[in-house]
């Protein structure tokens, strides 16, 4: 009311959408992590794997014709476990 920005539809809805495709992409990572450790699969599970690819790749393509641009970066090549290249804080910079 009082210089406050009003949200558009249209940018929740691309908050949305960039939030649903990265759920759905951290559940096929793990997904994938349990196909290279498994031995036999049941087909249910293959079929969900596969329903969540197709699910991901229609959300990326309409994000990407939306042009959604994504709140905060996710860094695809190095996960949270890897601290080779983790920046020292600023009492380990002291010490």
């Known amino acids: 009311m009082f210089g406050r920005k009003k949200l558009s539809i249209q940018k929740s809805e691309d908050d949305r959408l960039l939030g649903k495709t990265h759920e759905i992409q951290e559940r096929i990572n793990n997904s994938s992590k349990v196909i290279n450790t498994s031995f036999d699969l049941p087909q249910d599970?293959?079929?969900?794997?596969?329903?969540?690819?197709?699910?991901?790749?229609?959300?990326?393509?309409?994000?990407?014709?939306?042009?959604?641009?994504?709140?905060?970066?996710?860094?695809?090549?190095?996960?949270?476990?890897?601290?080779?290249?983790?920046?020292?804080?600023?009492?380990?910079?002291?010490?």
């Open 45 to 95: 599970t293959q079929n969900e794997i596969k329903l969540d690819r197709i699910k991901y790749q229609y959300l990326y393509l309409e994000a990407r014709r939306r042009k959604a641009a994504a709140k905060e970066t996710t860094n695809i090549i190095f996960g949270e476990e890897d601290t080779f290249l983790r920046q020292p804080s600023r009492a380990e910079k002291h010490w």
